[in-house]
């Protein structure tokens, strides 16, 4: 999986994001994570994909709401993209440059897991998109909380356009993670297994998110 567009972190704040298949406990450690940081005295803006921004709101219902039925794969790839692009520019590159912490519930290797294995397109097709999207901007850290599509699906009652897809698709999504943690930058991804007690797996994110502040400039 490749993209002409180079990494680019931001040299201020800290960028953290929380990836995974559906159900694996992403929001519930985000939350987690941003009480210990605001408990440390960090301000945090805590946030999400897709719809985190009053445009992406409207994106969010067209890609999630069941009511609307198939979508051509190039066109769900693409309104993530608009989602992305929208989030990047006013709410986590603001936040970054104001040396906040930003906590993401999903970022670009959601698309790359889910439009780019889950659907019949290419991750080198979906990734220069989503790179293109957000500037080429990188987490700082990402967390993948790695849970079999059967243990995270099991966990939802009613589901939404995305839930409801086969699991072949799901654990085709759950395999492009773990190839992305795997390929990718030396300790930019922390692979966590999403089993495990949610105080164990908040703790081992605590160890990691101390190492970054140490040498991160952040208020």
Request: charged share 25%.
């Amino acid at each position: 999986m490749t993209s002409s567009m180079p990494p680019v972190h931001a040299e201020s704040g800290l960028f953290v994001c929380f990836e995974g298949g559906e159900g694996a406990g992403k929001s519930t450690q985000s939350r987690l994570l941003q009480e210990w940081l605001e408990a440390a005295g960090h301000t945090v803006v805590l946030t999400f994909e897709p719809g985190d921004t009053p445009v992406g709101q409207r994106l969010r219902e067209i890609v999630l709401d069941p009511a609307t039925g198939a979508l051509s794969d190039r066109t769900e790839a693409l309104v993530y993209a608009a989602d992305k692009a929208e989030h990047v520019d006013t709410v986590v590159l603001p936040a970054l440059a104001r040396g906040e912490v930003v906590i993401t519930d999903r970022y670009v290797d959601s698309a790359l897991a889910y439009q780019g294995a889950g659907r019949a397109l290419s991750a080198d097709e979906v990734e220069p998109i989503m790179r293109w999207a957000t500037g080429g901007l990188r987490p700082h850290l990402t967390v993948l909380l790695d849970l079999a599509p059967q243990a995270g699906l099991g966990r939802f009652t009613e589901r939404d356009r995305i839930e409801a897809e086969s699991i072949d698709f799901h654990q085709r999504v759950r395999e492009a993670f773990l190839a992305l943690a795997a390929a990718g930058e030396e300790g930019r991804y922390l692979v966590l297994d999403a089993r495990a007690p949610v105080e164990e797996i908040a703790a081992a994110i605590r160890d990691r998110v101390s190492s970054l502040l140490s040498s991160a400039v952040v208020g």
